[in-house]
């Protein structure tokens, strides 16, 4: 059975960081591409970050990079997503999400497993 857990989120001032975790279960992670989307209310689902399992070539959205951070942990099965400088319009529910395909993937519907999202809350 595939499971994949996030961790991590919660709420933080502008400017602060986060480190949101997601562990996988039932699925070599080395052979799967993953992403981290998010979604905030009233809003479609969006495309934040993806790492490939081919080489490691990560994709940001202009509105994270510089910012955010993805990297994975093959042995651990973790990937992570480390959000630096956070501001209020990065307030949304993170989930991530494992594709079998090899190559940056950054829409919705070519992800085939997902997490149950976490929170993440950035206010003064």
């Known amino acids: 059975q595939v499971q994949l857990v996030e961790s991590g989120g919660g709420s933080v001032q502008p400017g602060g960081s986060l480190r949101l975790s997601c562990t996988f279960s039932?699925?070599?992670?080395?052979?799967?591409?993953i992403g981290w989307f998010r979604q905030a209310p009233g809003k479609e689902r969006e495309g934040v970050s993806c790492i490939s399992s081919a080489d490691g070539s990560t994709y940001y959205a202009d509105s994270v990079k510089g910012r955010f951070t993805i990297s994975r942990d093959n042995v651990q099965n973790t990937v992570y997503l480390q959000m630096d400088s956070l501001k209020p319009e990065d307030t949304a529910v993170y989930y991530c999400?494992?594709?079998?395909?090899?190559?940056?993937?950054?829409?919705?519907?070519?992800?085939?497993?997902w997490g149950q999202g976490t929170q993440v809350t950035v206010s003064s």
């Open positions: 999400a494992a594709t079998d395909r090899t190559w940056t993937a950054t829409m919705v519907k070519e992800y085939d497993y």
């Open positions: 039932g699925i070599p992670l080395q052979y799967y591409t």
